[in-house]
Structure formats: C-alpha cells, structure tokens
C-alpha cells in the first residue's frame, strides 16, 4: 500500500524510464477499483472504450459515446486522485476531423479530470495527434490491434506478422512521434516489432499490450487480469488473482445463508430500546 504517493506526472514517467524502471498501466472504470489500482501504486490507468464490453456487455467498444467515458473517467478520477489518468476517445469522437477531436479531448480534460487522451491510428490520424497536443494536452497513439477497426482488420488478432505490415506499423509510430504523441500503446504485435519501435523512439515511451517485454512499460485489461470477464481470455493476459471466482464463492454463500435463515445474525441488526417500542405499541393501539 502507498498511501501517501505522489501525483504521477509527465515528466515522472519519463523520469521512470529513465531510471530503468518499467511503468505500470491497467484499464479501469469505476471509483472503487480505481481506489484500489492508485494504493497499490499503478503508474498509469486507462479509461478504456473497453468498458462498452467490460463494464455495459456490448460485443464490441463501437457503441460507446463520449458522455459513457467523462462519466466514467470522471469516477475513476475521484478514486485515483495520484494516477496519470488517460481518457480513451470513443468510436467516431475524433476520426470525423480534427477539430472533432480537438474540441471532445477538450471535454474529457475538462469534465472529467484525466491528465491525457487516448485515439487509435497512425499516419491517418497524426493530424488530430497534432491538433490536440497543438492545443495543451499531451496525447497517446494506439496502432497494432485497434477494436476500433477490428471489422477491417479482420478480427481481434495479432498484427504486423509480415515484413510489409511491420513496416507500415514502424511508419506509423514515427508519424504519431512527428506529430507530437508522447506515447505510442502497440497491441498485439509482434515481440521483435515492438522491440524496434522502442529502440527507434525519440521523444515517445513505447507501451506493451501482449506486444512482448521490450516495451518502456505494459499495460493489461482489469478484467483480464483479475478474471472478471466472462465471454473470453485472451492469450496475452495472465491472471493475476481469480477475483470473478472470489466474488462468485461469496455470492453463492450469500444465497445460502439467506436461504438457510442464518443471515442476518444479531450483529448485522439494530434494536429498539424497550420503552420506545411499549410506546409504539400504545400509540398503534
Ligand atoms: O479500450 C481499451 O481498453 C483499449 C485497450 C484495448 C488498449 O483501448
């Protein structure tokens, strides 16, 4: 537990790589995991559109709207007063133009409190990149598996697997560096693609999603590591603690007690002094 750490910052992440030091990055949605995410002492969270299917049960991140994530972030914000918090720009928030972008990162960092913002894309979206650091807030790439394309990709699988599309990923990293990202999030790519893109970084920390150990830090799902979800597991999350069985044992022991009458025991109610209740009966009667 670190209870009284500090507010991570900017240049505190770079400090951290820097230093040698990995920097730690989960998703979450909510003020009570967010609570516990910022004592346990994560460096970064991430607001995810993930939450379209974590949190709401959509198959995919595409209906989330832009009041589904301030609402969101703007909880974990007040869960997770010390973490460097990114907002994750939803489905259609920022591809349309650049001052679409601009003006909803403008909403997430005023409504809700998050220190940055997050959109998917390489050289096709270097332009909002530009726009929105261009306007004061420091922004985050995402390129490799992107669920916001997944229909064009082909699906939820690994991407850059040939030279080719190696190559155009390498490109594309470059072009969000140029357009001012300080970090570029690569997922499910290749090890040694996400190994070069971190060598070749200039002014941007590189972030791992099941893109292998070579990154300036990793990020996981919540609910992957903490076995929450339950339509799928993805190869790249290793779970870290069972949680969904830990809650699913409790819920199961709660039914019971109920059922059995053994819950609520004395301690789980409150009295009524007796002359109180004497005097309720006589005004009843
Ligand atoms: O929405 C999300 O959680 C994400 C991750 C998959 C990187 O964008």
Same mark, same amino acid.
């Given at each position: 537990?670190? #209870?009284?750490?500090?507010?991570?910052?900017? @240049?505190?992440?770079?400090? =951290?790589?820097? %230093?040698?030091?990995?920097?730690?990055?989960?998703?979450?949605?909510?003020?009570?995991?967010?609570?516990?995410?910022?004592?346990?002492?994560?460096? !970064?969270?991430?607001?995810?559109?993930?939450?379209?299917? +974590?949190?709401?049960?959509?198959?995919? +991140?595409?209906?989330?709207? !832009?009041?589904?994530?301030?609402? /969101? +972030?703007?909880?974990?914000?007040r869960g997770a007063p010390n973490v460097w918090l990114v907002g994750d720009m939803p489905y259609m928030s920022y591809q349309p133009s650049v001052e679409t972008a601009i003006r909803n990162a403008g909403r997430f960092m005023a409504e809700t409190?998050?220190?940055?913002?997050?959109? #998917?894309?390489?050289? &096709?979206?270097? %332009?909002?990149?530009?726009?929105?650091?261009?306007?004061?807030? @420091?922004?985050?790439? /995402? *390129?490799? *598996?992107?669920?916001?394309?997944?229909?064009? *990709?082909?699906?939820?699988?690994?991407?850059?697997?040939?030279?080719? *599309?190696?190559? =155009?990923?390498?490109?594309?990293?470059? &072009?969000? #560096?140029? &357009?001012g990202a300080f970090m570029i999030l690569l997922e499910l790519v290749p090890d040694r693609l996400c190994q070069l893109i971190t060598a070749r970084a200039k002014n941007a920390l590189i972030m791992s999603l099941g893109s292998g150990p070579h990154a300036h830090g990793q990020l996981l799902i919540y609910h992957d590591a903490f076995a929450l979800y339950p339509k799928f597991k993805p190869k790249m999350a290793k779970v870290f603690a069972d949680a969904g069985a830990v809650i699913r044992a409790g819920l199961e022991g709660y039914v019971q007690e109920v059922t059995a009458k053994t819950f609520p025991a004395r301690e789980h109610w409150f009295g009524m002094p007796d002359e109180e209740y004497d005097e309720l009966l006589k005004v009843l009667d």
């Amino acid at each position: 537990m670190t #209870e009284t750490r500090k507010k991570m910052t900017l @240049p505190g992440l770079f400090k =951290k790589v820097a %230093d040698g030091q990995p920097i730690t990055w989960l998703t979450c949605y909510d003020y009570p995991t967010a609570y516990l995410q910022d004592q346990a002492g994560v460096d !970064m969270i991430l607001v995810g559109d993930s939450l379209g299917m +974590t949190m709401l049960g959509y198959d995919s +991140t595409l209906p989330v709207t !832009m009041d589904d994530m301030i609402r /969101h +972030t703007a909880a974990v914000r007040r869960g997770a007063p010390n973490v460097w918090l990114v907002g994750d720009m939803p489905y259609m928030s920022y591809q349309p133009s650049v001052e679409t972008a601009i003006r909803n990162a403008g909403r997430f960092m005023a409504e809700t409190g998050c220190d940055c913002i997050k959109l #998917e894309g390489g050289v &096709a979206m270097a %332009d909002r990149i530009k726009g929105i650091v261009d306007a004061g807030i @420091p922004a985050i790439g /995402h *390129l490799g *598996l992107t669920p916001q394309s997944v229909s064009a *990709l082909g699906g939820f699988k690994l991407q850059g697997k040939s030279a080719t *599309l190696a190559k =155009k990923i390498l490109d594309d990293a470059k &072009a969000l #560096e140029d &357009a001012g990202a300080f970090m570029i999030l690569l997922e499910l790519v290749p090890d040694r693609l996400c190994q070069l893109i971190t060598a070749r970084a200039k002014n941007a920390l590189i972030m791992s999603l099941g893109s292998g150990p070579h990154a300036h830090g990793q990020l996981l799902i919540y609910h992957d590591a903490f076995a929450l979800y339950p339509k799928f597991k993805p190869k790249m999350a290793k779970v870290f603690a069972d949680a969904g069985a830990v809650i699913r044992a409790g819920l199961e022991g709660y039914v019971q007690e109920v059922t059995a009458k053994t819950f609520p025991a004395r301690e789980h109610w409150f009295g009524m002094p007796d002359e109180e209740y004497d005097e309720l009966l006589k005004v009843l009667d």
